[in-house]
C-alpha cells in the first residue's frame, strides 16, 4: 500500500504547480483537465478490460468445441465476472447528506426567494436542497449518489450562528460567494475541477475504510493519485475561491462582500475565544445554563456590547494572517486585495451588529428554530454539562480543604494539586505563590519551572526566561520551554535571542529523534 505524502512532499508539490500555473497558466489549466480524467480513465479502464475479457470469452465460445475447452473459457468468464464486480463493488461507496433543518418556501419564503434569485443571478447547476445547521459557517456540499461514477446531489447549508451575526446584505455576499463555486457564468473549467477534487478528497476518506475484496487494486493507485491531484490542483482551486469571491461582490458590492469576510473573522474569533469559554463558565455555579446556547447568543449579539480591545485585537490578527497551503481560501487580506479594496481601510471601521439575516429571513420561525436547536444541543451536553459541574464543586471543595491546612502539613503532591487548582479557579498570581513554595521544597521538579515561566509569561514578566533557561537540557520539557522562550522574545523584538532559543530547542529534539531510531 503506498503511504501518504509527508508535509514537506505535499507543500512541494503545491509550490511546483504554483509556479507552472504563473510561467503558463493555459499549459497548466490542461494538466489539470488531464490530471483530473486520469482518475476517471484508470476506473473505465479497469472496468473496459474487464468487459472485453468476458465479450471475448464468450466470442470465443461460439468458435470451440469440446466440452473441456468450453468449460475453460466459461468458468475463465465467470472468474472476469467475479473480478469485475470486486472493482464495482470497490468503487460503490456511499456518503452521508449533511444534515439540519430542511428549508421549504411554505416556513422560509423570504429566505428561499432570496436563495433563488441569487441562484438565477449566477445560473448555478441545480441546488436540491437547503438547510439550516447550528454553527457558524456556510457551505455547499455534493453528495455523489453513485461513488466514483458521480450523480451529485447538491445541498446548500447555512449556519444559523452566522445568519445571527451577519446583516442581510453581508449574509447575501457569503451565499453568493458559495453559489459562485457551483456557477455557470463563471469559469466552468475551475467549477469542475472544484467538484471532482471535492469528490476524490471524499472518496480518498472512503477508500481508508475499504476492506471489500478487489480494493487493494483500487487504493493503490489512489493513494498515490488523490494526494498528487489535490496538491496539483490547489492553485486552480484557490482561483476559484476569488472568482467566487468576485461573484460575491457582483451580486452586492466589493465593500459588502469585504465587510462580511472582516465581520466574519472577528465574529469567528469572538466566539471561539470569548463567547463560548464563557458560556460554559456557567458549569461553575450551575447544573444548567440560564439561557441555552443559541438563545444566550441571539441575545448577547444585540444586546452585551463587543469588547473594543478584544475586537481590536481580533480585526489585527485576521488582517496580519498570511496565505498558506493548509486551506485553499487565501488570507484576508489576500481576499480584501483580490476584491479591489484596501485591507487598511478596514483596520479601524466600527463592527454594526445591529441588522440580522436570522431577524429578517427566518420571520416567525426564528424563535421555534433556536428552541430546536437549543433542545438538540441540551440532548447533546447536557449530561456533560452536568458531570463538569460536580466535577467542579469538588475540585472547589478540594481547594478550601487544602488552602486550610497548613503549607508544610501537605505532601508534595498535595502542594501541587493546590496551586493547580487555586490557578483555575482563583488565578495565576494567587497560584504562583504556592508553586514557589513547592519549588522551594522540590528543586530538581523542573516542572515547576515550566508552570511558573508561563505564569510570568502571562504577566508580562521577563523572569520567565529565567525560569525555562534553568531547565537541563534532559529534562522532557526542555525543547518545548526553549520554544516558548523564542516566542517570548520574538514578540518583544529580541529576534536574535530568540534565535539561539529556537536552534538549541531544534538541535535536542533532532537529538532525541535520532536516539529514539
Known amino acids: 500500500m503506498a503511504t501518504e505524502p509527508t508535509v514537506e512532499q505535499y507543500h512541494g508539490w503545491i509550490q511546483a504547480a504554483e509556479r507552472e500555473a504563473t510561467a503558463n497558466p493555459a499549459a497548466y489549466r490542461r494538466k489539470v483537465g488531464l490530471f483530473a480524467a486520469l482518475g476517471y480513465a484508470y476506473v473505465f479502464t479497469l472496468l473496459a478490460v474487464v468487459a472485453m475479457g468476458v465479450a471475448g470469452i464468450v466470442f470465443a465460445l461460439f468458435f470451440r468445441e469440446g466440452a473441456g475447452a468450453i468449460f475453460a473459457l466459461a468458468k475463465l468468464g465467470v472468474i472476469l465476472l467475479i473480478f469485475g464486480g470486486m472493482i464495482v463493488s470497490a468503487l460503490w461507496v456511499t456518503f452521508d447528506e449533511p444534515q439540519g433543518t430542511p428549508v ?63 446583516s442581510p446584505q453581508e449574509m447575501r455576499a457569503v451565499i453568493a460567494h458559495e453559489l459562485g463555486h457551483l456557477s455557470r457564468n463563471h469559469s466552468k473549467f475551475s467549477g469542475w475541477i472544484y467538484r471532482v477534487r471535492r469528490t476524490w478528497a471524499n472518496l480518498f476518506v472512503k477508500f481508508k475504510e475499504n476492506t471489500r475484496l478487489g480494493a487493494g487494486l483500487i487504493n493503490r493507485f489512489f493513494y498515490w493519485y488523490i494526494p498528487r491531484f489535490d496538491a496539483y490542483s490547489f492553485a486552480l482551486r484557490r482561483q476559484n475561491e476569488y472568482e467566487a469571491d468576485a461573484a460575491s461582490a457582483e451580486l452586492t458590492s466589493r465593500e459588502t462582500a469585504g465587510a462580511a469576510l ?195 509569561r502571562n504577566a508580562d514578566d521577563a523572569g520567565c526566561l529565567d525560569e525555562w533557561r534553568a531547565i537541563p537540557r534532559d529534562h522532557a520539557g526542555f525543547v518545548e520551554a ?36
Do not use: C
Open 104 to 166: 421549504d418556501a411554505g416556513k422560509f419564503p423570504t429566505l428561499v426567494a432570496e436563495i433563488d434569485d441569487l441562484r438565477k443571478r449566477l445560473a448555478t447547476i441545480p441546488i436540491h436542497r437547503t438547510i439550516i445547521v447550528p454553527e457558524f459557517n456556510a457551505f455547499v456540499s455534493q453528495t455523489p449518489r453513485l461513488g466514483v461514477f458521480g450523480w451529485q446531489r447538491n445541498t446548500l447549508a447555512l449556519g444559523l450562528e452566522l445568519m445571527l451575526t451577519l
Open 262 to 456: 472582516v465581520k466574519v473573522d472577528i465574529i469567528g474569533a469572538h466566539l471561539n475565544h470569548r463567547y463560548w469559554r464563557d458560556f460554559y463558565a456557567q458549569t461553575l455555579h450551575s447544573q444548567e445554563p440560564q439561557r441555552m446556547a443559541f438563545a444566550a447568543l441571539a441575545h448577547d449579539l444585540r444586546a452585551v456590547p463587543l469588547d473594543p480591545d478584544h475586537v481590536a485585537g481580533y480585526r489585527q490578527s485576521a488582517l496580519a494572517q498570511e496565505t498558506g497551503f493548509e486551506d485553499t481560501h487565501p488570507s484576508l487580506v489576500d481576499r480584501l486585495k483580490g476584491l479591489g479594496l484596501e485591507p487598511a481601510s478596514f483596520a479601524a471601521i466600527p463592527l454594526d451588529l445591529s441588522a440580522s439575516a436570522a431577524v429578517e429571513w427566518l420571520g416567525a420561525e426564528l424563535p421555534r428554530l433556536i428552541a430546536e436547536f437549543d433542545e438538540a444541543w441540551w440532548r447533546q451536553n447536557g449530561d456533560g454539562w452536568r458531570s463538569r459541574h460536580q466535577e467542579l464543586q469538588d475540585e472547589l471543595a478540594e481547594m478550601r480543604d487544602l488552602s486550610a491546612r497548613p503549607a508544610q502539613s501537605l505532601e508534595d503532591m498535595q502542594l501541587w494539586r493546590l496551586g493547580a487548582l487555586t490557578a483555575r479557579h482563583v488565578g495565576e498570581a494567587e497560584a504562583l505563590n504556592v508553586f514557589r513554595t513547592y519549588q522551594m521544597r522540590v528543586p530538581g521538579d523542573f516542572d515547576a519551572n515550566i508552570v511558573i515561566g508561563r505564569f510570568l
Open 482 to 517: 526553549n520554544v516558548e522562550a523564542a516566542e517570548f522574545l520574538e514578540a518583544r523584538g529580541r529576534s536574535e535571542e530568540a534565535a539561539r532559543h529556537l536552534a538549541v530547542a531544534r538541535e535536542r529534539a533532532a537529538e532525541r529523534q535520532s536516539s529514539a531510531a
